[in-house]
């Protein structure tokens, strides 16, 4: 099993910025053999849609709604996965998960609020 851990939502004004942050701690095997890390967001009445992952080698795929405004990043070492999230607008206003892949399990956080709010 994994566990994963997120911090940093909160309420922002539009044009703000806000860091997240998602621990990932479990056995040595299992947090060794996580390959994607991610944070994927949801509305209310909506599917969870892609942010942003991030491969153990550092590739990364950003969704388009997001893209040149936030940037993902992983510390391996501390088995952490970071979202910075810059120029926020009222639509990013959502639930944000944080995600582990280990082949073939999809591992959650239990979530973290984002509110982009004046």
């Known amino acids: 099993q994994v566990q994963l851990v997120e911090s940093g939502g909160g309420l922002v004004q539009p044009g703000g910025s806000l860091r997240l942050s998602c621990a990932a701690s479990?056995?040595?095997?299992?947090?060794?053999?996580?390959?994607?890390m991610g944070w994927y967001r949801q509305l209310p009445g909506k599917e969870r849609e892609l942010v942003a992952t991030i491969t153990r080698g550092g590739a990364t795929n950003v969704g388009d709604s997001v893209k040149g405004r936030f940037t993902i990043s992983r510390d391996n070492a501390n088995n952490t996965v970071y979202l910075q999230m810059n120029s926020l607008k009222f639509e990013d206003t959502a639930v944000y998960y944080c995600?582990?892949?280990?082949?073939?399990?999809?591992?959650w956080g239990k979530g973290t609020l984002v509110t982009v709010s004046s």
């Open positions: 995600n582990a892949y280990i082949f073939p399990v999809n591992y």
């Open positions: 479990g056995s040595f095997l299992m947090i060794n053999s996580i390959d994607v």
